[in-house]
């Protein structure tokens, strides 16, 4: 069983365009979160998610908007797709939000924007 | 702030020899470490974390990392590598808040030689 699990894997799309990105998890978590790896393969947060409400947001545009309909699922819509929009994203849940707790994380869906 | 070093974009050894992949951090707190690993076009995998319990922690696959607060550092090691070892390891700080953001490093690519 995939603990956390992304779709679609990869993702091409013309500039402009919307798109979501979907993330679920099954390990019972109460946090969620989405990460940009660039193409220089650096890792920054985007969002984050505790019981259905956001407790991280760093600076992102606002063509991002995450969405958590339950604990278990965490999705990620991006409208007006640009250029730079073009990275790896990952989902990642862990039990609590805290310093401690262990993120594991999804197999990243690879967006390339055209 | 919390910030993570890694001293080495890139790490070539041999098979067999040992590996070390430093990473120096910086935290205004007791902070939570971990090394993540990344297999080429593959998700991130934990491979250890320290929390401030014993400083010399065994992960997964023969890696083991120690905290040593005095040099602000937590290097990954391993006595013989392996050609499977052959990945993008990231060195990561917890910010020591209640929300789990994680700080990862820029990343060192291990390469291993037959």
């Known amino acids: 069983d995939t603990a956390v699990s992304q779709t679609p894997k990869y993702l091409v799309t013309q500039m402009g365009n919307d798109k979501s990105i979907k993330c679920e998890q099954n390990l019972g978590h109460d946090t969620m979160y989405w990460y940009k790896q660039d193409s220089k393969k650096f890792l920054k947060i985007m969002f984050s998610y505790n019981n259905k409400e956001l407790i991280i947001n760093e600076t992102v545009p606002n063509r991002f908007s995450p969405k958590s309909p339950d604990k278990a699922h965490l999705n990620l819509h991006i409208n007006s797709l640009e250029l730079g929009d073009s990275a790896v994203y990952f989902c990642a849940s862990s039990q609590r939000a805290g310093y401690t707790d262990t993120q594991y994380f999804g197999p990243g869906t690879r967006l390339t924007v055209l | 702030a919390q910030s993570v070093t890694q001293l080495d974009s890139h790490v070539s050894v041999s098979e067999g020899t040992p590996v070390l992949l430093r990473c120096n951090y910086s935290s205004s707190y007791s902070p939570s470490l971990f090394w993540y690993v990344q297999h080429p076009n593959k998700g991130l995998q934990l491979l250890l974390k320290y929390t401030s319990a014993a400083t010399l922690v065994k992960g997964i696959n023969g890696f083991e990392a120690e905290f040593k607060k005095s040099e602000t550092s937590f290097h990954l090691t391993k006595p013989s590598a392996h050609m499977s070892d052959a990945a993008e390891y990231f060195c990561?700080?917890?910010?020591?808040?209640?929300?789990?953001?994680?700080?990862f490093g820029k990343g060192t690519k291990l390469s291993v030689k037959p």
């Open positions: 990561v700080v917890s910010d020591g808040g209640s929300q789990g953001n994680l700080i």
